[in-house]
């Protein structure tokens, strides 16, 4: 007979390669004073006598993933979380072109293009902020003629200046180079990024550098997908050392796991998938809503069906009912490529943590060998054998329901179920993968908020 759920329970940089250029060195080795020394070594190799003049300069201070010591890639996106040094990168990046400085590049680049959202932004940012071109140009700082938008270096190198509100602006000129910054931010991307390509047509090598904080929008999409594109992602704590005392531990405790932080910070690109059941803006509201006492909980098991490393995941999601009548989804302990003991004991575990009344476990994989799994953990474990008769879409749309009508809340973030919900649509994950977290979560929500059950009671927490 099945069991009756009563009772407490017991107790950086992607793909391609870099083109050819100064000898790239083996990857640097763990630690600041390794990375220092690889570099100074690549200083040496490359520049011969010259090297003792990049004491002070950027290389012994930037990160691996701003400084390509095999060369610059011709066309390379940079993706990054606020303040993780994207602008420091375009700033070093078009001052090396314009000297001809490695390992950016080995000759000097004569025309260049800085492409910002508004001329305002290209001059307040990418020319005289505090990480612009000015203030990385230290020992050859070029001057700015804004009647004519453009910088001008001492050797002759010129970056003109443009606005990605005016695509046509960019027709005639022709360049070397372009930087191209905060670029999902871009009303035209397309119509502007289409004229640049045009215009990059001088040189033996054009290249393009194009920074943004990620959004997930057509432009960015299609560069993503571009496999000539080479693609770096930063996080704004790999720059905690040069940001102000205190900024990571505030805006972490203030957005830290929301889709917000996820995107401004872990510099991720979070987005809706067409069609998907749940939404982002969805599940953002569930994180919202108030906190209330908690009763009933349930762990919801949904086991794989072979243990391999390329098997499924084991979903193990916990779910309570607080006194308002609202699902609350507690904690998400799903596991992979685990033998049946080891996500058998996983779930148990989370059982007793949480004191959870009874766990739920879908059976259609394994029959009644789930349950003896489980049991073999811990033989008075309440376990609740379910069976799903209809198909996964099928079954998760009464909870999505449930969603919209603020009826279930998230206690805590959990990214990787929240990112497997919004990628759940009528054909399953986009990944080809079983949704086995957002499985284990529907069982757990039906279980309280669908099947008819009693009064639930209320537990001190």
């Not at 179920?417 to 929500?445: H, I, K, Q």
Request: hydrophobic letters at 40%.
């Amino acid at each position: 007979m099945p069991a009756k759920c009563s009772g407490k329970g017991g107790g950086g940089t992607k793909r391609n390669k870099v083109p050819s250029g100064p000898a790239a060195p083996d990857h640097l080795p763990r630690g600041a004073d390794g990375k220092a020394a690889k570099r100074r070594r690549w200083a040496a190799g490359t520049l011969g006598d010259e090297a003792a003049l990049t004491e002070g300069e950027w290389i012994h201070h930037a990160r691996y993933e701003q400084y390509p010591l095999g060369g610059a890639p011709a066309t390379w996106l940079v993706i990054g979380g606020r303040g993780s040094g994207k602008t420091r990168l375009g700033a070093e990046w078009v001052n090396a072109l314009a000297r001809g400085l490695p390992p950016f590049t080995r000759r000097r680049h004569g025309i260049i293009a800085l492409v910002g959202e508004t001329l305002a932004d290209a001059r307040e940012v990418m020319i005289e902020g505090p990480a612009g071109i000015m203030a990385a140009g230290r020992n050859e700082r070029p001057r700015y003629e804004s009647t004519r938008r453009r910088l001008v270096w001492d050797n002759g190198a010129v970056a003109q200046v443009f606005s990605a509100e005016e695509p046509d602006s960019l027709r005639g000129p022709q360049f070397e180079a372009a930087w191209l910054d905060e670029f999902a931010k871009w009303r035209n991307a397309e119509g502007c990024f289409d004229m640049l390509q045009f215009g990059l047509r001088l040189g033996e090598r054009p290249m393009q550098l194009i920074t943004t904080t990620p959004r997930p929008t057509a432009m960015v999409k299609r560069l993503l997908a571009d496999p000539s594109v080479t693609v770096t992602r930063m996080r704004t704590e790999d720059n905690a050392a040069n940001l102000a005392a205190g900024f990571i531990d505030t805006v972490r405790r203030r957005y830290g796991g929301t889709r917000l932080g996820r995107q401004e910070l872990d510099g991720e690109l979070i987005a809706d998938r067409d069609g998907a059941l749940w939404t982002r803006a969805m599940i953002e509201s569930a994180a919202a809503l108030p906190a209330a006492a908690i009763g009933r909980i349930v762990v919801a098991v949904d086991p794989p069906a072979s243990s391999t490393k390329a098997s499924d995941a084991c979903g193990i999601v916990a779910v309570g009912l607080d006194a308002a009548g609202r699902a609350v989804v507690l904690a998400d302990a799903t596991v992979r490529g685990a033998k049946p003991a080891e996500w058998a004991a996983r779930a148990i575990a989370l059982w007793r943590r949480l004191e959870a009344d009874c766990l739920i476990a879908e059976v259609n994989q394994g029959g009644d060998m789930v349950t003896a799994t489980i049991r073999a953990v811990d033989p008075a474990a309440p376990v609740k054998a379910v069976r799903a008769n209809r198909g996964k879409w099928v079954r998760a749309e009464p909870v999505a329901a449930l969603y919209e009508q603020g009826r279930v809340r998230h206690a805590a973030r959990l990214p990787e179920l929240e990112d497997e919900m919004a990628d759940f649509g009528p054909d399953g994950l986009s990944s080809g993968r079983s949704p086995d977290r957002v499985d284990a979560l529907v069982w757990a929500v039906s279980e309280l908020l669908i099947r008819p059950k009693s009064a639930p009671r209320v537990r001190a927490v």
